[in-house]
């Protein structure tokens, strides 16, 4: 009798996922372990925090109302920043056509397969930000750099798309175009056009609503947009104005996302 | 009985063209419309950026003089940069971690199934929105304002620009959740926040943990830039190297962010493979 009830426990308790109860200790003590480490080499000043606490209410207080005086600056950036996204994307998207072919492996020559993927993975380390002070110094300030920076990382962000929907479309369709003895540029149009079109239309309009977000920093080293004058208000203490731009940005991706979502929708 | 040569006869032949045509006429106009509607969106966008076309005429020989400064690489520099590194590292996972506690609840707020009502659903929503709309950079302009330069900016800024990205897509999983389970908690009497516990919490925890490992692989990348507004980590040391004109020591920054990218995402990659 007793060992029957033993058996059936009468608490019930959700397993769990680290399988014993040892593994879950030795999984938060090494938790703790890293918390305390990388504390302790952060150098967290608390008493710099604890001053910090008043002057974000002050930035805060200063934040409200948000200054929208000067809505003909922030309409500039504005617009040139949705300028630079969709360039961008549409450059981008040409230019993502070539780099997606050469990275399938179903489609391209060994050796350019691997230059391209080694292309692609090298090119998606850096942060825009970093890939846009390389073209501030190639082309000067401006928005020119901004469009050439997310042209570039959209290109490689599409072609990595591209490559894996063309490596994982059915086969069929290709053999049986190539039966027919069409070339290679019919091939594609043909056999893989129609098989990841649809697929590739929803990730670029996936891209144009992050090109958006992107081109709203690539300012703060001077690639154009919004980002610059965002960064001026920040650094001349022109907390009001940030917060306008700052709310103007969220309106703005919040209205590309949905218009990404709406328009993916009516793709399917 | 006369077979009367009926008109609808014709109609079979005319049904099938001779010709094979890929798009009807309707839909070549349609894809004419599009193309013509992207090419003013294009030609738009290019025409008022002003771009100065000088700036083209020399780029090539902008490149190839950054190129002969890079090399060869300052390896002696290295050295250097292994704790900024470290600290780069420290700022995305520390980010992604108190992002991690602070996504739980608000992405139950932004799930339809676990809110209370339209305006607590709304206020989860809206912080969604403004946490993911700020990119990690502009959320360190803000916190540097706030605490001073410094890796404490940017674990905020991360977790500022994380909370929204993680909530997100957990408070999605949790509209997808199987009813069932919750419907069989509830019968036992249970309160909400068992049900939450017990029925929700291990439905969505492969996803929660997914998440939160791609946004890491993410954050890595995101914090390897806050250091140019000031927020901590390599950034700082590869902004000034660039403001130095010292390219030779910026090659083996970006050698160092190349490396640790890669390596993040390969672990991201496997972790991720092991849960889902």
Known sequence: MTTAAAAYPTRWRAPS??????????FWALVAAYLVWSL?????DTARILAGLPRAWTILARMVPPDFGRWELLL?????????????????AVLSIPIGIAASANLSPRPLYLLARGFIVTGRTFHEVIIAIFFVKLFGFGPVAGLLTLAFSSAIFLGKMLAEDIENMKPGPVEAIRATGASFGQTFFYAVVPQVLVKTLGVLIYRLDSN??????IGIVGAGGIGQTLSASFSRYDFDFASAILLTIAVMVAFGEWFSDWARRRLR | MTAHPLPQDRAPMRRYPDQWERYSLRERIVQWIWLGGIAIAAAWSVSALDIEWAFFADAHEQAADLISRMWPPRWSYL?????????????????TMIAIVFALPVAFLAARNTTYNQATWLIGRAMLVLSRSINTVIWGLLFVAIFGPGPVAGICAVAARSIGFIAKLVAEAIEEVDAGQIEAVESTGASTLQVYGVAILPQILPVLIGTSIYRWDINVRESSVLGFVGAGGIGL?????????????????LIAILGIVIISEALSAYVRSRIV
Request: aromatic share 6%; glycine share 6%.
């Open chain 1, 40 to 44: 302790s080499t952060l150098n967290v």
């Open chain 1, 212 to 217: 958006l977000r992107h081109s709203t920093v």
């Open chain 1, 17 to 26: 996922i680290f399988g014993s109860p040892g593994r879950r200790l030795a």
């Open chain 1, 76 to 92: 500039t950036g504005m617009v040139e920043s949705v300028q630079i996204a969709i360039a961008a994307t549409i450059i981008g």
């Open chain 2, 237 to 253: 040391l590869l902004y000034a190297s660039i403001n130095q004109f010292a390219w030779s020591q910026a090659i083996v920054i």
């Open chain 2, 79 to 95: 050295p250097r940069i292994v704790q900024p590194l470290i600290e780069t590292l420290h700022i995305a996972t520390l980010g």
